[in-house]
């Protein structure tokens, strides 16, 4: 997939993967800027205009998709958000954007688990020139088809591994492949391969699958850009209990997200409801009633309500019952003693209403018959209705 999208009214270029926009000037110059709307993992600096003298010379600077770091700028230069900038590599120089500055970027160090006073941040050599903007923009256009050849060497040597994506370094001297594997993968040949084919310095980065996730980007069943590419930097493990503790339903289509693993999402409340659970109680067998055995159907956690049916099979006709109600009535059953009538005297009421289906409420011909009432009467009106004359 292309990312980069024309627009042929201005003839600018937006760079969905490092958040930016490319235009040539008629003199044909390249300027870029920072596109906030694309940019992935971005942080609202709620401690803008404020400066101290230990965070004015760090930023946080990113490149594509999700890859970030943490920079010192050693050159004197002043610089703010939004500028492009050539940074400190391994080796060559890499170029980058600025998406944070100022105090909340200590902030952004402290939740990343990195200890300013230890870091070892890499510097910011200056201002990204015009020739440093060609030579990245040249870089980037070699990525994809990078990405689809690599693809077919790895398929060629039947490794159990998939290349996700290709980022080239911003002099172009070195490409990074990020890729997924189950098991452990023998790259000698195939890193000697890449060399020989695409002449530059090969780094490969494995990754899950919900990191690729986070790369790629998309939008999830809530409607909402993905977290693990809108804000989320840490992935903790997701269990079938935690879906389990919420009463969800076990559906793995469900329960999957974009990367085919368990949603993220299913985390962010588990905790609440295992809390509520502990004052719920436990129901093994069906409430002993004179009318017959009740037995539960649906248990709202969070309110603390339990829907018992006195004929499990037809969840037509419902009695909802508080917890602590429901605790008493065992209680009683364990002692032999038998209930009444939950829907009479149980302390119970029928609930009729919560659960009606629109399906039923009306037919969907119900305004036709209105309207042909009112176009019969119109009708019946205007053929009573006497045409003035004309003498």
């Not at 010379?57 to 999700?66: D, G, H, P, Q, V």
């Not at 080796?91 to 230890?118: A, N, W, Y």
């Not at 109680?281 to 017959?292: A, F, I, S």
């Not at 006195?310 to 065992?330: C, G, H, M, N, T």
Request: hydrophobic content about 35%.
């Amino acid at each position: 997939m292309n990312h980069l999208e024309d627009d042929h009214h201005n003839h600018t270029q937006y760079d969905c993967q490092r958040g930016c926009s490319l235009q040539r000037s008629s003199m044909g110059e390249l300027n870029c800027k920072m596109t906030n709307s694309c940019c992935k993992l971005s942080t609202y600096d709620w401690m803008t205009g404020l400066s101290t003298s230990e965070t004015d010379a760090l930023f946080e600077i990113r490149f594509k998709n999700t890859h970030k770091g943490f920079f010192i700028n050693s050159s004197g230069v002043v610089l703010h958000k939004g500028d492009i900038v050539a940074v400190e590599a391994a080796t060559g120089h890499d170029i980058g954007i600025i998406s944070m500055e100022g105090p909340v970027v200590m902030r952004q160090l402290i939740r990343h688990g990195v200890d300013p006073k230890t870091y070892e941040y890499k510097k910011i050599y200056r201002k990204a020139k015009t020739f440093d903007l060609e030579k990245w923009q040249e870089a980037i256009g070699r990525e994809h088809q990078t990405m689809i050849r690599s693809r077919q060497i790895a398929s060629s040597l039947a490794l159990n591994m998939k290349i996700g994506d290709v980022e080239f370094q911003g002099d172009g001297t070195k490409a990074t492949f990020y890729y997924i594997a189950d098991d452990r993968v023998d790259f000698r040949q195939l890193i000697k391969l890449f060399a020989e084919e695409f002449k530059i310095r090969i780094e490969m980065r494995q990754i899950g699958a919900r990191q690729e996730a986070g790369r790629i980007g998309g939008l999830g069943v809530c409607g909402q850009e993905l977290c693990c590419s809108r804000w989320m930097i840490d992935f903790r493990s997701i269990t079938t209990q935690a879906a389990r503790s919420q009463d969800l339903s076990l559906n793995p289509q469900k329960l999957a997200g974009q990367c085919g693993k368990l949603k993220c999402c299913i985390n962010y409340e588990a905790a609440v409801y295992i809390d509520a659970q502990k004052n719920l109680p436990q129901v093994h067998q069906p409430l002993d009633t004179e009318e017959g055995p009740a037995y539960l159907v649906k248990t709202d956690i969070l309110r603390g309500l339990m829907w018992f049916s006195y004929d499990p099979q037809s969840l037509s006709r419902f009695v909802i019952l508080p917890a602590a109600k429901v605790k008493e009535f065992i209680q009683m059953n364990s002692k032999g003693i038998k209930l009444p009538s939950l829907s009479v005297g149980g302390g119970g009421a029928n609930e009729e209403s919560e659960f009606k289906s629109a399906v039923g409420e009306g037919s969907l011909t119900r305004f036709d018959s209105i309207s042909r009432k009112k176009e019969g009467g119109r009708r019946h009106k205007n053929k009573n209705h006497r045409q003035p004359s004309r003498d």
